[in-house]
C-alpha cells in the first residue's frame, strides 16, 4: 500500500514519536510510507532520513491556502490510505476526502481526555464520522472522543496503545536502593499538568527519615527561558521553603532518559490529566514498577500494590501514602512488580502486534 501519514510537525512530543515509530513500522512491512507536515519543526529528520521516509513540508502561512495545499497534495497522492494524527491535521484530511474519496482515511485521537479543547477543535472534531476508522492509544480518550463527536459511531473506533521497542527498553532488575535512597525517576514536562507542586507539598508531609529514604529526579522541558512558567517558578520556591534540595530534583530534558530509567527503582508520574503516557509505557517495558495517578487507562495498565502504587493527583494525602506505601516495600517485591510489568508491556506494547492492528484496520473500509 502507499500510505501517507500527516501530523502538523515533527517536534519531540509524544504524538509526534508514535507517529514515526508507526511510519517506521508500516515501512518495515515493505509499505510505501510519506510522512506531510506543515510546520517545519523536524526532531526526527536523522531517523526520517536513515529509514528512506519521504517526508513533505507544506509551509503556507495562511490556514485556508494551507488546507488548500494540502487538499490538492493528498488527492493527487495516489494514496491507499492516509493516517493523521492531532485534531486539525485530521480535520483537514478528513475536508480532503469531500466530495468523494477513494483511500481509507484512520484518524488518530491522542492527548487527554476531558481535556478543554477551543470551541474552534470542538467544530472541528464534529467531522470525525468522515473518516473510516478513528483509533486512540486509550479507552478513556475513546469515550471522550464519542462524546465530542456525536455522529461518530462506536463500531468504527479503535485502541492502539503504544509503540515500545522492547529491546531498546529493556532494563535488568535492580538489587537494591542506590546508597540506601529510592530512586525514582520521572520523565515529564515542568508545568501546572504534571503537577508537582502537589508532590512538593506530599513530600513535605513526610518524616524526616522518610524524605531521607527518597530520591526524586523529574527530567523534563519547561525550566529554560522563554517556557519558564510561574508554576515551575513556585514550584523551586516551595522546594527552597521545605528545604526539599535532597529530596527532589527538577532537571531539564534528558535525550537518553533511558539510562536514567536504568539507574531507578521506581518510574513516577504524577500528572492530573494524560492520555497514554510514554514514560509508563517505557517504564514497564525496562520492568520497573510504576508510581501513579490513578487517571485514563493506567490503573487498566497498573495494579496498585501488584505492579505499582496508585494515588489521586488531585489528594495531597493519596500522594503522601503512595510514597509511603513504596518506601515499605521490600526491594525483592519491588523487583516482582517489575518483572510482572515487563511481562505486560510485551504484550501490549509490541511493535509487529501494533504494525499490524493499523495494517488490519486500513484493509477494511467502513461498514
Known sequence: MKILLVIDSLDSGGAQRQLINLAIGLKKHEHNVEILTYFPECFYEEI????NIKLTNILVASKIRRLLEIRRYIRRGNFNAVISFMVRPSFICEISGLPHRIWTLVIGERGSPGFSYEISTKIMRLFHFLADSVVSNSNAKIEDTLKGSPFLKKRNCHIIYNYVDLNEWKCKPKESASGGKMKVVVAATHNYNKNGMSLIK???LLSKNEKEKLNIEWYGRGLEMPSKDDYVNEMMALIDEYS???TIKLLPAEKNIRE????ADVIGLFSLW???????????????PILASAISDIPLLIEN????????????????HALQDLLRTPNKKLVEMGTINQEKAGNLFNPDKITNQ??????????
Not at 526520517?48 to 529509514?51: A, G, L, S, T
Not at 536514567?260 to 539507574?263: N, R, S
Open 274 to 288: 494524560e492520555g497514554l503516557p510514554n514514560t509508563i509505557c517505557e517504564g514497564m517495558a525496562c520492568g520497573k
Open 305 to 320: 500494590g501488584v505492579s505499582g502504587f496508585l494515588f489521586d493527583p488531585n489528594e495531597i494525602l493519596s500522594i503522601k
Open 48 to 51: 526520517i532520513h536513515d529509514n
Open 260 to 263: 536514567k530509567y536504568e539507574e
Open 202 to 204: 506530599a513530600l513535605h
Open 358 to 367: 493499523y495494517i488490519n484496520i486500513l484493509n477494511r473500509r467502513r461498514k
Open 244 to 246: 526539599l534540595q535532597d
